[in-house]
């Protein structure tokens, strides 16, 4: 079965840059297959598709969020790490990798592997 696991900070003071890998393990899997990216979902809200790279290395972002998301694949570790830029409190969710088949990301897909998700708080 694969896997992908977030790791990162759970406390990010405004204006800094949050930073969250994603770690791809436990069984095999086309890499270029699928979409590699990030999807939040804020307290009460639904879920926000940020952004998302193919395996050879075209990327996709939301631009809801102003070019604030960037994402790096780093194929030797299996880990793709976001970078979300100038952050402020509606920055605070909980955060998701994921590999998918289609790009933006509206719901949750059988077909698609998920990470648990990781709680990101934005707060001085």
């Known amino acids: 079965q694969v896997q992908l696991q977030e790791s990162g900070p759970g406390l990010v003071k405004p204006s800094q840059t949050l930073s969250l890998t994603c770690t791809v393990s436990g069984g095999s899997i086309s890499f270029d297959l699928y979409y590699w990216g990030w999807i939040r979902q804020p307290p009460g809200k639904g879920l926000e598709w940020m952004g998302g790279m193919t395996y050879g290395g075209s990327f996709f972002n939301n631009p809801s969020l102003k070019s604030r998301t960037s994402i790096s694949w780093d194929t030797s570790k299996k880990q793709f790490t976001l970078q979300l830029t100038s952050v402020t409190p509606e920055d605070t969710a909980v955060y998701y990798c994921?590999?998918?088949?289609?790009?933006?990301?509206?719901?949750?897909?059988?077909?698609?592997?998920w990470g648990q998700g990781t709680q990101v708080t934005v707060s001085s």
């Open positions: 994921a590999a998918t088949r289609e790009l933006v990301v509206e719901t949750r897909d059988k077909d698609d592997y």
